[in-house]
Every structure is written in structure tokens, then in C-alpha cells.
């Protein structure tokens, strides 16, 4: 079975930095697209960021101030943030993506192209 854990969350005033981790285990997800999306109170789920054996890609919101990165060994994405802005107040969310032969870039923003999700983790940027 597998199970994702998300930390990291948590208040922090503006232009500060956090830093989101999303532990998964039940197998293994070297191979796997490892992804961050995000919803604030009253919004739509957006996407964040996503790390694949292709590059990274991050929402235009976030370039610049924050970073993707993985650890294999460890199954565990994580999500530097930098910089941040009280719009960054949100729910985060880690996601997982089975690897397949070609995944257009499209998928990467799409969150339910993805078949592991964690639970979230409440960021909250105060101004």
C-alpha cells in the first residue's frame, strides 16, 4: 500500500522560506514524475511544480522563488520555498506519476493525471 507523507507546512511572515517534504513508500518511485500543486480558500487546485526525468517545470506564480527537487533513495520530493508572498497561502499537496513512454508536458499541470496524492500541508504567509 502505498502512503505519502507531507511536511514542512506551517505560518511563516512574508518573504520568508519554507521547505515542503512528501516521503512516500510502498514502492518504489525513482522513475516516477514527482509533482507540488496547491489550493487557497475559494480557489481551484493549481499546479506548482513538477520534477521528471525530462526538467522541471513550475507554475509562472513560482518561478524564480521556489524549487523542486527529489531524493531517490529516500522516495521523498521536496519543495523549496523562497521569497514567499501571502498569495502563496495555501494547501499543498505532493503527487506521484507513473512513468509511461511519453508524457506530454500537459499532464504535468494536470492533477488528476496523477495517481498518487498526499494529504496536503497547510502553508500560511502572513503579511
Known amino acids: 500500500q502505498v502512503q505519502m507523507i507531507e511536511s514542512g507546512g506551517g505560518l511563516v511572515q512574508a518573504g520568508g522560506s519554507l521547505r515542503l517534504s512528501c516521503a512516500a513508500s510502498?514502492?518504489?518511485?525513482?522513475?516516477?514524475?514527482m509533482g507540488w500543486f496547491r489550493q487557497a480558500p475559494g480557489k481551484e487546485r493549481e499546479f506548482v511544480a513538477a520534477?521528471?526525468?525530462?526538467?522541471?517545470y513550475y507554475a509562472d506564480s513560482v518561478k524564480g522563488r521556489f524549487t523542486i527537487s527529489r531524493d531517490n533513495v529516500k522516495n521523498t520530493v521536496y519543495l523549496q520555498m523562497n521569497s514567499l508572498k501571502p498569495e502563496d497561502t495555501a494547501v499543498y499537496y505532493c503527487?506521484?506519476?507513473?512513468?509511461?513512454?511519453?508524457?506530454?508536458?500537459?499532464?504535468?499541470?494536470?492533477?488528476?493525471?496523477?495517481?498518487?496524492w498526499g494529504q496536503g500541508t497547510q502553508v500560511t504567509v502572513s503579511s
Open positions: 503527487v506521484f506519476k507513473a512513468p509511461s513512454d511519453y508524457v506530454p508536458v500537459s499532464d504535468y499541470v494536470d492533477y488528476f493525471k496523477y495517481d498518487y
Open positions: 510502498g514502492r518504489t518511485f525513482s522513475s516516477y514524475v
Open positions: 520534477l521528471s526525468g525530462s526538467g522541471h
